[in-house]
Every structure is written in C-alpha cells, then in structure tokens.
C-alpha cells in the first residue's frame, strides 16, 4: 500500500494523506483525518466502516463533488494517473467526472431526475464526453440498458416507472457509459432489498471484469466484501486503522476494531447465544478522543494509545495496521 | 471492560441530544431578522395594548381650528380632516389591527385542525365531503370571499373577524390533515408492534411536533394577512366603522386629500406595513428554525 | 370537476347573500312604497318561493342565458355591466401576473443559485418588503411620487398603455415577491437532492445543472403558488380599482356593497369564481405537462 518507494505510476489512484472537515455554525467536524491508499488497474478496493466513519465523504473528495462550504479538503494528493486533481481547473475536472471516474450512489430512489427519462439521462453523460451525435449517444444508451439488463424498449420511460433495484441498474448504466478508468460505488446496494443486492452485485462484479474498471467499493457489509473486492481498507472515525488483501484480512485480522467487527457477524456455523457487539458508541467527529482514535473502546487499551501518534505497523508482506499494540514484523 | 466509563460515555452523549424545542429556540434565536421582527411586533402589541393610557389626545376628540395639520411637535404625525390628532388615532388604531389579526387566526386554526385532523385520522367519507368543502371555499380568492361575507353580513370590526375566519379555515385544515396523514402512515408501522395502549400515546407525541411547525408558521403569516386584508376591508368600507380608527379607514379617508396633504395617508400605511413587515420576519425565521431538513 | 365546485361556490354566494338583511322589494322600491306594492314586486321576482327552487331558477338562467339578474339600483342587467367591465380588471389582473411570473421567478432563481451573498440578501429583502405592503397604500404611494409629484403617468382612469403602469405596477409588487420568495425556496430545496450531485458527478456544467435539472423540478410548486397568486392579484386588483379610478368589475363590487344592491355583488362575485376556476384549471392541466408522474396518475385515473 504506501511504501513511499513505490511509484505511483503502478497505479491508478493514488490517495496521499487526504484531510477533510466539515465547519458550520462554529463547529468543526473531522470527517477524513490522513486516509492515504492506492488502486492499481482493474483492481477493486473495499472501504469498510460504520456510518459516518467518512467513506461518502473520500468517495466525494476524490471526485471533487464535495460541497464548499460547509466541506474543505485541508490536505492531500489525489493522483490519477501521474496527475493531481486537486491542481485540475474546474473545466478540467468536468471532463474526469463520469468519463475517467465515475460514481453510483447509495439511494437509487432520489438518484434519478423524475422529470427527464431513463433513456436521456444516460445518453447525457455519452453527450457530454464523447463527440458524438444524439442518434448516436441514444444508441449507445440502449446499448447500456441491455448491459444492465434493462430491455432498450424501455428507453423512454420515467424513473418512476421502475423499481428500486432498476433504478439502481439505471445509475451505474450512466456511471459506465463513459467506460471509466475507476468506478467509486457508494454502497450501491445497502438501500436494495437482500435477494436484489446479489444480482446487482454480480452485475457490477461482472461489468467490472469485463471493461476492466477499477472500483472503490465502499460498504459497511463484510459479506458483499468477501464477494467482490481484491483488497480492503477499514475505517474508523476518519482513518485507515487496518489495509490488508482480502484473504489476510479474513484470515489474520489484527486492529482490535476489525476482531470486534468480525466478533460481531453471527456465523453460519456455530451455535452462539449472543453476539458480541463492540462496546461504547463511534466517537464525536466534532471532538476525537487523543492518540488512537479507538482507544475508549479497545480492550487492549494501554496508556501509549492514548497520546501522541499511532504507527503504521506491517503485519505481514502488504497487510498494514495503524496500532501501538498488534504485535507485529516491523514498523513502517 | 469498566462498565461505568462505559454508561458515563453513553449518558454523556444522551444529554447532548437536547429536546428538540430548545434547539428550534436556539435556532431562532440566532435569527437577527427574526429576532427583530420580533422587536418590532413586541413593540406594536405594547402599542396596542397600552394604547389609551399612551395616546396623548383622544380618538375622537375634534379641533376644527386645527384641521390637516401637518406633522408638528404637538401633533407629531400632524391632523386629520376633522383636526383629529393622527398619533393617536394610529395608536387605537393597533388595537382593531391585532385584535382582527390574533382573534382570526386563533378562530381560524382551531376550526381548522380540528376539522383537518378528523379528515386525516377517519379518512373515507368524512374526508372527502369536508375536502370538497373546503375546495368550494378554496375557489374563490381569500379577499374576495371575505369581502362577499362581509358584504351580506354588515359592516364591523366583528364581521371582518368572522369573514376572515371562514376564508382562512381550508388552508388550515389542509396543513394539518397533510400532517395527519403523514403521521398516520410512518406510525402504521411502528403501532403495529407497539404494545395496544401505547399507540394513542405514541400518536399524541408524535403528531403535535411534526404537526405543530407548519402549523405554528402558517398562523404566524395568517396573522400578517389578516391585518392586511382588514385594513383592505376597512378601506372599501367594511371593516371598522367611524369614528373608531383603524389604518385602512383612515387611508380611504385621506383619498381625497392626497394632493395636498399626503401625510393623511403616509402614516398609517407605514403602520400597517411595519406591523406586517415584523409579523413576516419572524414568520420566516420560525419557519427555518422548526425546519427539520434544515442544518443552518 | 370544476363543475360541482363551481355549482358549490355559486351556492355558497346565493347562501351567503340570503344572510342579507331587509327586504330586496322593499329596498327597490324605495322608503316610499306601499306593502301592496312590495307584496306585489315580491311574486314578480319569485322572492316568495323556496331557498332551492330560486336557486336553481338562478344558476339556469346564468347558464343558459347569462343572465345574472336586475340591479336593485339602477335596474340595468348585471351581466351587461359584467361585461363591460371585466375586461379591464382582466386585463390588469393578468399583466401583473405577467410582471409577477417575468420578475418574481428569475429573481427567485438568482437568490438561490447566489445563496448568501448580496443578490440573495437584496432579493429577499426586496420581497419580504413586497408581501408586508397593502396594495391600496403602494398604490396611493406610487400615485403620489409618480403622477403627482413627477407627473409621469396618469394617475386614475383608462385609455392607452400609459393608463395600466401605475395599477399593473402596484398590483404586481405582491405577486412578484410571493413568486420569487417560492422560487428561491423551491430551487434551494432541489439543489439538495440527490439527483443533482448525480448530474454533478457526470460531469455537467453548472448552468446547465441549473437549467435542465434543478429548475424543472422546482417549478412543481412554484406552478402551485402561481395560482394562488393570481387569487392575491386578483383581489388587489379589486382595491386597485379603487385608488386608481378604473371603471372595472372591483370597483363595481365595491359600489354595489356600499349601495346594497345584492344581485350586482353575487354576479361579480359568481364571475370572478369562474375566472379563477378556470385558472385554477390551467393550473392543472400545466401539472400534468411538467410532470411525468402527474401525468401518469391522471391517464390512470381518468377525470
């Protein structure tokens, strides 16, 4: 992940030490806190949490779609390619959005213009970044109804007309039309219902192999993890608390927040009384506790945690964890 | 795990979440423009209420020597065509303004959530004979109907009360029967697994805050339009007979002098219109702060 | 469905003016007449007959002769001065609606796509001014700096263009703030959704966000205040007539109140309901062009 030799041309994105805050009415709320990751081509990056630990908000950063105010990114490198967004004009920037990353969003009810057609609001992102003529960018939103499973015939219907999961089917039609180098999908399938969750996934999983598009998956559901992503980063409270591939991470979790995360799955194997959740409640972004974010709610708490910073330590060849007290190879 | 830190975080973050009428407060009254309407409408109902004892002259004391006056240090806002001192008839005047305007609304809205939440809560029939009733009532223009009762009622500050109670009823009953229904289809859901008896308690805590903040909104504009459409009323010659003042008699009656004493006129439209204005202010801050959506 | 609500005003206005106190005979025929006479002009105009039968007498004869009945006062027939007179109330009711569509929207969508800065605060204190003043006072007000004092333009009467400024000006202040109040609201209201930072993250330009997504959505209650508006102007319009001297069908109301004559003030008052019905109707009927789902629902359902 962020050994500093690396080139970031091995990359896709690059994300470097990215700081977020929310300021209204005086209050000012940490929503991202130095989250640094990378995605190579073709390769796809969970980003786990709970609600509110910040993942919209990477998400919205590195798409430059965050509102100003209340939102500023304070700090950090968003590197596509060799390029940092953060310095592209905002022209420029238009032509990265839905051409080179795309996004799909959580809520597919409100995602969608109720007044404009499924059909038009499809071939607008084609019309938009590529040259070509309405015929043709109709065309090619009919080509991505089919892609999605959506018969072309229904072009000329109204969001209205269809039901969740469709709409949802809708919005990453319009989110690949453009064929993009990087996908950001918002839990796309939280608002679905369970049995419609896994077609869509499949349908994302399978388009993504097929154009060979990065993702950045965000969620806050293990299970469509394990399913669909290579590599995974946990977040907590605004930071990256443990990086691993996706097997190490199932296999060798080491933050405490991820064993209380998995502690707190029911299993389909064994017998078990009572789940065990994770003590305390998420911490107020408007005022963090000092040293590891975790700390008031770890059992393995010591009084390093409480100040000072956390070291980044590497449990294994390419599995980080962000703890004093994992016991670990070496320090990074 | 220490349980006490434990609970003393969870209480910790529990009383942060204040009621939710103290945090509206809060936020209105961070609202300068509403604040000052507020000011301004305090300000006006000392007025109203204190005015005998504050009004220098009475209203209906006449000095032929003096007529149209003009604004002077004995008459600040000068004469009027019977050489009635102006201040003072402006300052009774506030009295038919507000009570026009409170005493509707108050008839207004309680007709009005009454009848809405019998619409919303039994549905079926009784809805739509009352909504049908209430969309004859809606087709005419608020004024006009007023007018209309009046007209056929006689003329008196009573009259205009009871006119624009009637033309204000329909906007009161939709708001609260939308409310109403509203309620009724997200607690549908939780009454199903509540316990029997907790229902109605749970529909009574529920309905009065999602209910009251349009509610407490709409009153609030009623009011600003009450006092207009009296004043419009008075004007035509409906409304408040003479001798009593009110602001928009006494604006008909500078019509005729317009040309060479436009202060007759000046003044009481000011009136009418601070009182308006202030209402407005802080109509619309109570609406911002009891919105829900909004986060400043 | 207009019919029954139109049916159910003319109803509600017969009702209302059966409140009236004295006799209509006895008024007509003045303080002088016999109750022989009075008796005898009570048969002649059925006023001896039941509630509901001089009802229906009534509304058939307004609809199938436009006949709304003698003046107590002058005996003409009410629908003649109707006739004569609406059409300059019409017509200054619907150029202020035009002022209030073409000044109140645009300056509604500047306040909110420049929220919080000096357009927006401008804007709004503009409006808030605008809703707060009676039109009768603004009236007179414009009279004063305008015709008396500068002698721009005239200040009563009727004729050419010059004629309507004035009126149309004032009656307009309120429409054009109600309208850009709403529009502000409803665009700010729009901008929030999600369907927006859709638009955004494919990419568009801001303007056309503004344009093609935003607007169109918050125009649903905007076309809704838009009616009621039309019922305020209306109404002031009605005063306006007043200050302004404009022979029209507010100022004969206003003149039947004031000398009681009852079948006037019904015919104006039934009138004015079927205008604003059928606005009320355009209204509908603009819903199901803008909306989608609207439409969807009124094919479903048929009226």
């Keep these: 992940m962020l050994k500093e030799n690396m080139k970031t041309s091995d990359f896709l994105l690059s994300v470097r030490d990215l700081k977020v805050v929310y300021t209204s009415a005086g209050a000012t709320v940490h929503a991202v806190n130095g989250v640094s990751f990378d995605i190579r081509r073709g390769e796809s990056l969970g980003l786990v949490g709970e609600t509110g630990a910040g993942k919209t908000t990477i998400a919205k950063a590195i798409l430059g779609i965050l ?29 990265v959005r839905g051409k080179k990353i795309s996004m799909i969003f959580q809520d597919p009810m409100t995602a969608l213009n109720p007044l404009l057609t499924v059909g ?25 109804l089919e892609m999605v499973g959506i018969p072309a015939d229904r072009y000329a219907d109204f969001p209205h007309q269809f039901s969740g999961g469709m709409k949802q089917r809708v919005v990453i039609a319009i989110a690949l039309a453009c064929n993009p180098q990087l996908l950001l999908a918002d839990e796309p399938t939280t608002a679905l219902d369970v049995t419609i969750q896994a077609q869509v996934m499949d349908m994302i999983s399978a388009l993504q192999k097929k154009l060979n598009t990065s993702m950045l998956l965000i969620t806050h559901d293990l299970g469509v993890v394990a399913e669909s992503c290579d590599n995974v980063a946990v977040i907590y409270a605004g930071e990256i608390v443990e990086y691993a591939s996706k097997e190490n991470l199932f296999l060798d979790p080491a933050h405490p927040y991820t064993l209380g995360l998995f502690g707190s799955l029911p299993s389909l194997t064994g017998d078990v009384d009572r789940l065990t959740p994770i003590p305390g409640l998420p911490p107020d972004p408007e005022n963090l506790p000092d040293g590891c974010s975790f700390h008031p709610r770890c059992r393995y708490a010591a009084e390093e945690c409480k100040h000072g910073s956390v070291p980044f330590k590497e449990v294994s060849p390419d599995h980080f964890v962000h703890c004093h007290m994992c016991h670990c190879e070496k320090e990074v | 795990m220490n349980l006490q830190k434990e609970s003393k975080t969870l209480s910790s973050q529990t009383a942060n979440r204040q009621s939710m009428t103290a945090i509206m407060l809060r936020r209105l009254k961070k609202n300068k423009t509403a604040m000052g309407g507020l000011f301004i409408l305090t300000f006006m109902m000392v007025i109203a209420i204190f005015g005998p004892l504050i009004a220098p002259y009475s209203y209906t004391e006449t000095d032929l020597f003096h007529t149209f006056g003009l604004p002077s240090l004995l008459h600040p806002f000068g004469t009027d065509e019977l050489g009635r001192d102006i201040m003072s008839r402006l300052i009774i005047g506030s009295r038919a303004s507000m009570k026009i305007g409170f005493l509707s609304m108050a008839g207004a809205s309680v007709v009005g959530i009454m009848l809405g939440s019998i619409c919303g809560y039994f549905g079926g029939k009784v809805d739509a004979v009352i909504m049908r009733f209430m969309d004859v009532f809606q087709a005419l223009p608020p004024l006009i109907l007023a007018i209309a009762i009046c007209a056929a009622l006689g003329p008196g500050l009573n009259n205009c009360i009871l006119a624009i109670i009637i033309s204000n009823i329909p906007g009161f009953v939709r708001i609260t029967r939308a409310s ?31 209910a009251l903040s349009p509610l407490i909104v709409q009153i609030t504009m009623g009011v600003a339009n009450a006092i207009i459409s009296a004043s419009a009323m008075s004007f035509i010659g409906l409304g408040v007979q003479p001798p009593n003042p009110e602001w928009g008699a006494m604006l008909s009656a ?13 003044f009481s439209g000011i009136m009418i219109m601070l009182t308006v204005l202030s209402l407005n202010m802080l109509g619309d801050g109570l609406r911002d702060a009891l919105d829900p959506k909004l986060k400043s | 469905m207009m019919i029954p609500v139109l049916l159910g005003v003319a109803f509600l206005i017969f009702a209302i003016m059966s409140f009236t106190p004295g006799d209509p005979a006895a008024i007509i025929l003045g303080a002088q007449a016999t109750p022989e006479a009075i008796q005898e002009l009570r048969e002649k105009l059925g006023l001896n007959q039941p509630f509901l039968s001089r009802f229906f007498y009534y509304i058939k004869g307004v609809v199938t002769r436009f006949d709304f009945g003698t003046s107590y006062i002058n005996g003409r027939n009410v629908q003649d001065e109707i006739l004569m007179r609406f059409g300059y109330t019409f017509r200054v009711a619907l150029l202020s609606m035009a002022f209030a569509l073409g000044f109140g929207v645009p300056l509604g969508i500047t306040a909110a796509v420049h929220r919080n800065t000096w357009k927006d605060s401008v804007s709004m204190t503009v409006a808030l001014l605008g809703i707060s003043m009676p039109t009768f006072w603004f009236g007179q007000m414009m009279s004063i700096v305008f015709a008396l004092k500068l002698g721009l333009f005239p200040a009563s009467g009727v004729g050419g263009i010059r004629f309507y400024i004035l009126p149309c000006l004032t009656v307009s202040m309120m429409g054009i703030a ?45 076309v809704t205040q838009a009616g009621a508006t039309f019922g305020i102007l209306l ?12 022979p029209g069908l507010g100022s004969y109301m206003i003149t039947s109140i004031n000398s009681r004559d009852y079948p006037a003030i019904q015919g104006s008052v039934i009138f004015i309901a079927a205008i604003f019905g059928v606005v009320m109707l355009l209204v509908d009927i603009l819903y199901t062009v803008i909306d989608p789902r609207i439409r ?7 009226k």
């Design chain 1, 67 to 95: 509102p100003d105010p209340p939102a500023k990114i304070l700090n950090g490198e968003i590197i596509l390619e060799d390029g940092d967004l953060r310095n592209l004009p905002e022209k420029e920037m238009r032509k």
């Design chain 3, 296 to 302: 969807a629902e009124f094919s479903k359902g048929g």
């Design chain 2, 254 to 266: 500078g019509r005729s002098y317009i040309r060479n004493y436009p202060h007759m006129v000046t």
């Design chain 3, 235 to 246: 109404g002031g319009t009605l005063v306006a007539e007043t200050v302004f001297s404009i």
């Design chain 1, 120 to 144: 038009d609001q499809i071939a607008e992102v084609v019309l938009l970044h590529e040259s070509v003529s309405k015929k043709e960018a109709m065309n090619k939103a009919m080509e991505m």
């Design chain 2, 180 to 210: 109403v229904l509203n309620i009724r289809r997200m607690e549908y859901l939780e009454a199903a697994t509540a316990i029997n008896c907790s229902t109605t308690r749970i529909i009574v805590k529920h309905i009065l805050p999602n």
């Design chain 3, 178 to 222: 109600a309208m850009a109040r709403m529009t502000r609201s409803s665009m700010l209201e729009v901008i929030r959704s999600d369907y927006i930072t859709t638009a955004r993250a494919k990419g568009q330009e801001e303007r056309k966000i503004i344009y093609n997504h935003a607007l169109r959505n918050a125009l649903i209650p905007v």
